[in-house]
Structures are given as C-alpha cells and as structure tokens.
C-alpha cells in the first residue's frame, strides 16, 4: 500500500490495510523494494504538485508491471476519483482505477470480504503511540480554489460511538496522542444531529483510557463553535494547539475566495481564542499568488502575520484548479512572482517563531518521544503536532528516554523550528 497526499489518505489507507490483512493478505505500507505481488496507490489530486507526484508513482508501478517486479497494480484516492477515464486512457497498465469511496469494490475486485466488524480495530502506520482520527468524510464549504469536494464529497459526520469504539481500540495498541482530522473539523455533528458536536465528541474521546493528548487539525474559521476552546480549557487532554488554515488576511482575497469572514472577524476569533487559553499554540495556512492578488493584498497578509504573531504558519503557492469556482478567473500571478510573496511571508514567520522557540528557554514541558535520530532522541510537546511542527532535541550522550514514553524536558535553547532540552528527573 502507498499513501500520497495528506493524513486522511493516510486514514483510508489503514482502514483498506486492515481489511485486506482481515482477508489474510500479507499487507506492507511504502515497501522498499518494488517486488509485492499487488500494488496499492493511494493517490492525492489536491494541488499541481500533489498530482505530478501521484502520476510518477503511478507511471514507476506500471513500469514495474512491465518488468514483472508486481502482478496487479491498483490506484485510488483523490487523483483516480477525480481524472479516473483520462488516467484509465493515459496509463492502460493500470489494471483498476477506483474512487475515494469505492473500498467495497476494491477488496471484491481482490476477492475480499468487507468486514464491518472492523470497526475499533485498525492497522496503524504512525509509530504506534500516536495515531490519526477521521471523524468525518467531505466538505459542503465553497472555497472558490478547492477541489477537495469534488474528489471526497458532501461533509458525513462518523458517529461518535464508532469513533469511541475506534478510539478504544487505538489506545488497546499503545495509542497515546489521538490527531482529529477532516475536511472541516468544526462542521462535526450538523450533519448528522442537526448541531455542532465538536467538544461533546471530545469529551467522549477524553474518557477513554490510554489516551493522554487529542489534538486538532483543520478547523474552519466561519462560525467557529467556541465551546470547542472552552473544553480545551478545562480537559487536560485536549492539546492547547489549534490547527485553522485561514487562507489569507485581506478581506477582498477572503471574498474572491469565498471564505464566509473578513479580516476584521477572523482577528477577532483569534483574539478570543487566545482569551481563553492564553498559551495555546495556533498552527495556520495561507495561500499566495490567488488571481487577482495585489501587491496590497500582499502587504496586508504580512502586516497581518507580523501582527497575530501565529505559533505555526505554512504557506502554498495558488494551484488553478479545474471546475473549481477560482478556474473562470485568470490565473494571473506569474510563478516565480508567487513563489516571491510566498518566501516573504515565510521569512517573516521564521523570525516569530524563532522568539516563540526563544520564550521558551528555561521553562519545562511534558514531551513525547517519536524517535531517535543520530545523536538525538526526538519528541514534541503538546503544541507541535507530527511532521510539521518544531520538535524537541534532547542528546543521547547525557539522557535517556523511551521512545513513546512521555518525559519532562527543560528547554535549554532554541532554534527557528526547534528547541534543544535536558531530562528533568522527578
Ligand atoms: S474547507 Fe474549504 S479549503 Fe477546506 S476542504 Fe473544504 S472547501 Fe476545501
């Protein structure tokens, strides 16, 4: 099984794993070697290099078919839902192409059963103490750039009790930190009971046994449910970290991008956010270069950053998108011109998170460790989440830590994206 794209692909390819491995397969995720008998690509179409990247590995797999290094070689996710017929047309070798909803055809097409009865247990590809949760399919927001509803659909909330059940068996295998994903986060529950069940959800997943940190990713500003921070503030295991992309600060970019709010009401929300857990880590995303953007528009954004000060921030260069409601406007910020708002921005944040690293010299905070690499065992405290955030550098020669274990780590100095700490024995 290959996984492409983002930490909901990841999600899907587990559950297709686990199912498989039901089913009495041999399943392995992102073998070295390209000798598996049947290959398993789960692509992502999200933006122009997501999808260069998804067509090489497809192109690398269907060349191995011809060499004979695999049998059968299969493609799903975003990319196939999305270009399934030109792809069927461009890379015939492929023996089928399937959807981002299509798993019951997938494992009959491999004469396998789909077990419902799988439904709290799930192969995991994180190192085992941390595990991601998908607790809703889709998006119903109208983005003007976004593709993603094309590709994954109407928003469908899971049901909290199979998230429960889910969840019980995470924490069963060692799980420890539970990451909540979705399209949009904060839409959980309208759906599917009528109201917002964010923070009864979380309530509910912070009772199960093991789990020690539930952390959140890709919340919606417009009509954000402000009880979700008001359980953050007084659940311990609800990580202080908000991961919202905003997608710009001028109001007129957040209108051409139909993004529902302004400038005025998101720094609003952030400040309220902030009011109400005042040491909370908020990670964020912008996009430059939309069509139409100003070297005022610009400016703003940078203003903007320089003024919110976030914790985190990434930044992407505008990908036109076809059938998205942007793709009728010209995309008219030349590439390089992109990449040059997108570097500057980035620049500015280096510097902020280099102070944000530097406040924290001197203090201690509760670590989990996910590896070690070189001399260096490597964690993350509660306000940095896997593979994108800072982490936390404590050295081999003079500590000892378990990976997967939780230690307390004295900070003792810090760089842009990482700090360096010391053991504090209890
Ligand atoms: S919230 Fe907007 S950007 Fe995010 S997946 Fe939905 S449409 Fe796309």
Same mark, same amino acid.
């Given at each position: 099984?290959i996984?492409?794209?983002?930490?909901k692909?990841?999600?899907?390819?587990?559950?297709?794993?686990?199912?498989?491995?039901?089913?009495g397969f041999?399943?392995e995720?992102?073998?070295?070697?390209?000798?598996?008998?049947?290959?398993?690509?789960?692509?992502?179409?999200?933006?122009?290099?997501?999808?260069?990247?998804?067509?090489?590995?497809?192109?690398?797999?269907?060349? /191995? !078919?011809k060499?004979g290094? $695999? &049998?059968?070689?299969?493609? #799903?996710?975003? @990319?196939?839902e999305?270009? +399934?017929?030109?792809? /069927? !047309?461009?890379?015939?070798? $492929? &023996?089928?192409?399937?959807? #981002?909803?299509? @798993?019951?055809?997938?494992? +009959?097409?491999?004469? /396998?059963d789909?077990?419902?009865?799988?439904?709290?247990e799930?192969?995991?590809?994180?190192?085992n103490?941390y595990?991601?949760?998908?607790?809703a399919?889709?998006?119903?927001?109208?983005?003007?750039f976004?593709?993603?509803p094309?590709?994954?659909?109407?928003?469908?909330?899971?049901?909290?009790?199979?998230?429960?059940?889910q969840?019980?068996g995470?924490?069963?295998?060692g799980?420890?930190?539970?990451i909540l994903?979705?399209?949009?986060?904060?839409?959980?529950?309208?759906?599917?009971?009528?109201?917002?069940?964010?923070?009864?959800?979380?309530r509910?997943?912070?009772?199960?046994?093991?789990?020690?940190?539930i952390?959140?990713?890709?919340?919606?500003p417009?009509?954000?449910?402000?009880?979700?921070i008001?359980?953050?503030?007084?659940?311990?295991?609800?990580?202080?970290?908000?991961?919202?992309?905003?997608?710009?600060?001028?109001?007129s970019?957040?209108?051409?991008?139909?993004?529902?709010t302004t400038r005025?009401?998101?720094?609003?929300?952030i400040?309220?956010?902030?009011?109400?857990v005042?040491?909370?880590?908020?990670?964020?995303?912008?996009i430059?270069?939309?069509?139409?953007?100003?070297?005022?528009d610009?400016?703003?954004?940078k203003?903007?950053?320089?003024e919110m000060?976030?914790?985190?921030?990434?930044?992407?260069?505008?990908?036109?998108?076809?059938?998205?409601?942007?793709?009728?406007?010209e995309?008219?910020?030349p590439?390089?011109?992109?990449?040059?708002?997108?570097?500057?921005?980035?620049?500015?944040?280096?510097?902020?998170s280099?102070?944000?690293?530097?406040?924290?010299?001197?203090k201690?905070?509760?670590?989990?460790?996910?590896?070690?690499?070189?001399?260096y065992?490597?964690?993350?405290t509660?306000y940095?989440?896997?593979?994108?955030?800072?982490?936390?550098?404590?050295?081999?020669?003079?500590?000892f830590?378990?990976?997967?274990d939780?230690?307390q780590?004295?900070?003792?100095?810090?760089?842009?994206f990482?700090l360096?700490?010391e053991?504090?024995?209890e």
């Open positions: 099984m996984t492409l794209g983002c930490s692909n990841l999600f899907d390819s587990e559950v297709t794993m686990t199912q498989l491995k039901a089913n041999d399943v995720h992102e073998a070295q070697q390209d000798d598996s008998e049947i290959v398993i690509i789960n692509t992502c179409g999200f933006i122009d290099n997501a999808k260069q990247e998804s067509i090489d590995t497809i192109l690398r797999y269907a060349e /191995a !078919k060499e290094l $695999v &049998d059968k070689v299969y493609v #799903t996710g975003c @990319l196939s999305r270009y +399934k017929d030109d792809l /069927a !047309k461009e890379i015939p070798d $492929v &023996d089928e192409y399937f959807g #981002t909803r299509d @798993l019951p055809r997938l494992l +009959k097409t491999l004469k /396998a789909y077990k419902h009865e799988l439904v709290g799930r192969l995991i590809t994180t190192p103490h595990a991601y949760l998908k607790i399919e889709g998006c119903d927001r109208p983005c003007s976004c593709a993603i094309l590709m994954r659909g109407k928003h469908v909330s899971t049901p909290i009790e199979s998230l429960v059940k969840t019980k995470l924490a069963a295998q799980v420890k930190e539970l994903i979705a399209q949009d986060l904060t839409y959980y529950g309208l759906d599917l009971y009528q109201e917002r069940k964010l923070a009864e959800l979380l509910e997943l912070s009772k199960v046994e093991g789990i020690e940190w952390r959140l990713h890709y919340a919606y417009t009509g954000f449910p402000m009880d979700v008001e359980e953050m503030k007084n659940n311990p295991k609800v990580c202080n970290y908000l991961d919202i992309p905003l997608q710009h600060a001028s109001t970019m957040l209108k051409a991008m139909r993004r529902g005025e009401k998101t720094t609003q929300l400040q309220d956010i902030r009011a109400m005042p040491e909370i880590a908020i990670r964020t995303t912008f430059a270069g939309y069509p139409g953007e100003t070297e005022a610009v400016e703003e954004m203003d903007w950053v320089e000060q976030f914790e985190r921030l990434g930044i992407f260069t505008y990908s036109h998108e076809e059938n998205t409601h942007a793709y009728q406007f995309d008219d910020v590439e390089e011109e992109k990449d040059r708002r997108a570097a500057e921005v980035m620049e500015i944040q280096q510097e902020i280099l102070s944000h690293n530097q406040q924290k010299v001197g201690t905070f509760k670590v989990l460790f996910d590896r070690v690499e070189g001399d065992f490597v964690g993350r509660e940095d989440s896997p593979e994108v955030d800072n982490e936390v550098l404590v050295n081999k020669k003079d500590h830590v378990r990976i997967g939780f230690a780590i004295k900070i003792t100095s810090a760089s842009d990482d360096y700490g053991v504090v024995h």
